[in-house]
């Protein structure tokens, strides 16, 4: 196994201005591992549900080959549920409910089988959490990903910083950025954030693309502009799931392989905003994922004499 992900394993109630779910099947393990089953990507998810999670969700999951060996099913317990409302631009929303359930108590178990994961792929958690996984496996991975969010720099920073000090690449929003380092400047965010300790800085715009910093050097893609966008969640788990999925397969953590695996990323997520939650995703297929990867190279590449 490639790809170990640490992170939430959900169900999720969304409103966006085209319409409203029930609970749906969400959490951010979810939607990397999807994404790393259309790279065909090994990985394998180490979380936990409550006895209402539907063994129809899992076998779905086992079906596009995830290891869910690492999901602990706690039969007494409820599974994770978050709700949350998008405004009309669909660039932010407001989380209507937390309910943290099982998760409140997430004590991560390291299958044998996953000990020697080459990456590790910490979702959006406690930094308490994502410390302890790394700190449980044996060896550490050849490269740890980190996602995190500004709920956890409000309420964990202490912990959070000693989370990201061991850190390879952390993939964060702009206004994340902003409040981490202090800095409006994304450059001078991303500088201040590599001193911090991860060599390799990402920071998303959201429709806008997203930056890779790297000794001094940047990367920058736009989004895909899509014709519909009609729920972002899971948008960011995608593109982390997509940009990891890439270097498990080339096996190469360069910055140059690193800028392709930021346009597998996006060109990932771009799926998952199509329909809500996980339905586009578990949808697409390797032919549609290559021509999307197409359309970023043509919407990107130019010639010009000066
Ligand atoms: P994103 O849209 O990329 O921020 O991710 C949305 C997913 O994150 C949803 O499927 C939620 O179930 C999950 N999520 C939301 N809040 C949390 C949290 N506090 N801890 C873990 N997962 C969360």
Redesign the pocket.
């Known amino acids: 196994m490639k790809l170990l992900v640490v992170?939430?394993v959900?169900?999720?109630a969304i409103e966006t201005p085209f319409g409203k779910t029930d609970k749906i099947l969400?959490?951010?393990a979810?939607?990397i591992s999807i994404a790393s089953s259309i790279l065909n990507v090994k990985s394998g998810i180490v979380s936990v549900v409550g006895g209402d999670f539907p063994q129809s969700d899992l076998d779905m999951l086992t079906g596009r080959g995830v290891n869910i060996e690492g999901i602990e099913i706690i039969k007494e317990g409820k599974t994770?549920?978050?709700s949350?409302k998008y405004h009309n631009d669909l660039n932010s929303?407001d989380?209507l409910v937390?309910e943290?359930n099982v998760?409140e108590n997430f004590d991560p178990k390291i299958p044998e089988s996953m000990q020697d994961a080459e990456i590790l792929l910490l979702?959006?958690?406690?930094p308490g959490v994502q410390l302890s996984v790394l700190e449980k496996m044996r060896n550490r991975p050849k490269l740890v990903i980190l996602?995190t969010?500004n709920?956890w720099m409000d309420s964990a920073l202490d912990i959070l910083l000693q989370m990201i000090a061991k850190t390879d690449v952390i993939s964060i929003n702009d206004e994340e950025a902003r409040q981490l380092s202090g800095e409006y400047s994304l450059v001078k965010a991303a500088q201040k954030i590599h001193a911090m300790g991860p060599k390799f800085v990402i920071i998303k715009k959201g429709e806008h693309g997203a930056l890779l910093f790297h000794e001094g050097k940047v990367f920058a893609i736009p989004a895909l502009p899509l014709e519909d966008v009609f729920d972002?969640?899971?948008?960011?788990?995608?593109?982390?799931g997509g940009f990891a999925s890439y270097l498990a397969k080339k096996e190469d953590f360069s910055f140059e392989t690193m800028k392709s695996a930021l346009i597998v990323g996006s060109a990932m997520a771009s799926f998952t905003v199509e329909k809500f939650?996980t339905q586009r995703l578990e949808e697409v297929t390797e032919s549609e994922m290559i021509a999307r990867i197409k359309s970023f190279k043509e919407l990107t590449t130019f010639e010009v004499e000066v």
């Open positions: 992170g939430s959900a169900f999720d969400g959490g951010a979810t939607y994770f549920f978050w949350g929303r989380t937390t943290v998760l979702g959006n958690l406690h996602d969010m709920f972002p969640t899971g948008a960011g788990d995608t593109f982390a939650g």
